[in-house]
Nanobody, 124 residues
Framework: QVQLVESGGGLVQAGGSLRLSCAAS????????MSWFRQAPGKEREFVAG????????DYTDSMKGRFTISRDNAKNTVYLQMNSLKAEDTAVYYC?????????????????WGQGTQVTVSS
């Protein structure tokens, strides 16, 4: 089993920044792909960013490119999501997810482990 715990969410003004963290414990492996998803009220869960478990290759949804940066510290079993130039439409619950293969998938159902989520609210 893998346990994921997110932190770092909160209320921020439009144009501001937040850094989310996802701490992994249990049967973690540096080879696992790690991703961030988000879900706004009344909307489907959507892929935000992912980082592969082997090459460290990153992948982003187009609307996040240039504003969000995903990174991982394998020594700390932690994945980060740096979010800059935040917009009101970025308001959502952000979830960390892990899959036991190295490659990133943009489909939420490809991930077997999830955190409890952290709320990000951007005021306009």
């Amino acid at each position: 089993q893998v346990q994921l715990v997110e932190s770092g969410g909160g209320l921020v003004q439009a144009g501001g920044s937040l850094r989310l963290s996802c701490a992994a414990s249990g049967r973690t492996r540096s080879s696992y792909a790690m991703s961030w998803f988000r879900q706004a009220p009344g909307k489907e869960r959507e892929f935000v960013a992912g980082i592969s478990g082997d090459t460290g290759r990153t992948d982003y949804t187009d609307s996040m490119k240039g504003r969000f940066t995903i990174s991982r510290d394998n020594a700390k079993n932690t994945v980060y999501l740096q979010m800059n130039s935040l917009k009101a439409e970025d308001t959502a619950v952000y979830y960390c997810a892990a899959r036991i293969v190295p490659g990133v998938s943009t489909s939420w159902y490809s991930y077997g482990y999830w955190g409890q989520g952290t709320q990000v609210t951007v005021s306009s």
